[in-house]
């Protein structure tokens, strides 16, 4: 702490006030369902929010009410689109720790990545010299791993988070504001975008945040990330390895498990819904494809390379066969050329919690459909999709934040 600093504010007088933000923020709400948001819809886009401050949700019990929620919603409203938002959040993440975090979750499979350790650098007063240095290492790390956007947040003003509003909480605004300052020159550097945040507006008595808090800031970042998306051409998803898939399915334990009844209930859902035959949930290792939930028939596993759906997880945006007896591909499959008689296919691709698509959310019609009727199943197929992608986080193991 240089001496400007120590003139302002005493080391010892810091070091309580950082207790107290600690002792205040371990009392606070956050959420703790799975780590995404999103909103169905065509041609998604993902988006990836990585880090401490208003990535962690503070204040509020859901994803969906917090950040990545509000942002998905923005986006879609924005864009006519789908949206994806993942989150990996870390209660004291700064830049340091941010390479790391960012580094393992693979920046390069999603549209944006947006960042966020400001406003914990800056309560711990950070030194500007060697944070420049440090931020230009993390936004150039993350461009060159392929994202078509970085976007770096700008500490909000740190006096409007209620246990931070003292003459500590004065200091460390104070040294946020020359921090933003920094930050905007390097994104300008790395080709990152800076996004500075506001302080929200009044918000309900006692609350540390609210819903309607996230939602300012999603507005706020999706105007800054909407021209920058447009200016870029969205890449397709890369096709899992069939190691990759083996490896996901080991970690959520999808081998060993019986039957899931809120599965069940999904693809019971897509067979109504759709009118179908046969709706599944089916899974992909490297080897073989198995329905880890059915509905309208008790499959077995296959050989992978009579699965359809491992055509439909090497889609961007799903998967419809009108007609499988006039489409060589599928023309001499057993399911089609013998007696199940099946014709028609629709299905859509399911990530693992950590990005790796798994498997896929289908059905199967005995009767042909037009290509259009089979698009708007697409739509449905979608939403479910993203309804089982959610339940897989029940069964990830549990993170160390």
């Known amino acids: 702490m240089d001496d400007e600093r120590v003139s302002l504010l005493s080391r010892s007088a810091m070091r309580l006030w950082l207790v107290h933000v600690a002792t205040v923020r371990s009392r606070l709400v956050r959420p703790l369902d799975g780590r995404q948001a999103y909103v169905a819809g065509r041609r998604p886009l993902r988006v990836l929010l990585v880090g401490s401050g208003p990535v962690m949700g503070w204040g509020v019990g859901s994803y969906d009410l917090a950040l990545p929620g ?4 923005a986006l879609a409203a924005s864009t006519g689109r789908g949206a994806v938002v993942d ?18 979750a693979e920046p390069g499979r999603y549209d944006a990545v947006v960042l966020s350790g400001a406003v914990a650098d800056a309560v711990r007063m950070a030194e500007p010299k060697g944070w420049r240095t440090r931020l230009h290492a993390l936004l150039a790390q993350t461009v060159s791993a392929g994202t078509r956007t970085v976007v770096w947040l700008g500490a909000q003003p740190i006096r409007s988070i209620p246990s931070f509003d003292s003459r500590p909480g004065q200091a460390a605004q104070d040294h946020a504001e020359r921090l933003n300052g920094i930050a905007r020159e390097v994104c300008g550097e ?5 996004v500075p945040l506001s302080g929200p507006p009044p918000g309900a008595a006692g609350r540390h945040r ?10 706020e970042i999706v105007d800054a990330l909407i021209p920058a998306l447009q200016e870029r051409v969205a890449p397709n998803p890369a096709a899992s390895e069939g190691s990759d898939r083996a490896q996901a399915i080991a970690r959520l334990k999808l081998g ?4 899931d009844a809120r599965l069940d209930g999904i693809v019971g859902t897509a067979k109504r819904t759709l009118g179908t035959e046969i709706a599944m949930f089916t899974v992909l290792d490297d080897v ?3 329905p880890l939930a059915s509905a309208g ?3 077995d596993e296959i050989p992978i390379e009579q699965s359809a759906c491992i055509h439909t997880i090497r889609t961007p945006d799903g998967m419809v066969v009108p007609n499988a007896i006039e489409d060589p591909r599928f023309a001499g499959s057993a399911l089609v050329a013998g007696p199940a008689g099946l014709r ?8 693992a919690p950590d990005g790796t698509r798994i498997g896929a959310i289908c059905v199967f019609g005995r009767t042909p459909r037009e290509r259009a009727d089979g698009e708007a199943d697409l739509d449905v197929l979608r939403e479910l999709a993203l309804l089982a992608q959610r339940e897989l986080w029940r069964f990830a193991p549990a993170a160390d934040d």
């Open 288 to 290: 073989k494809a198995w």
């Open 210 to 219: 609210t819903p309607s808090d996230y939602l300012h800031w999603a507005r």
């Open 297 to 299: 028939a008790v499959l």
């Open 344 to 351: 028609y296919y629709a299905g859509y691709p399911v990530e």
């Open 87 to 104: 989150v990996v959040p870390h209660p004291s993440a700064g830049v340091r720790r941010l390479r790391r975090l960012v580094h393992a």
């Open 256 to 259: 060993s498990r019986g039957g």
């Open 190 to 194: 790395a080709g990152a975008v800076f």
């Open 70 to 73: 509000a942002m998905a919603r």
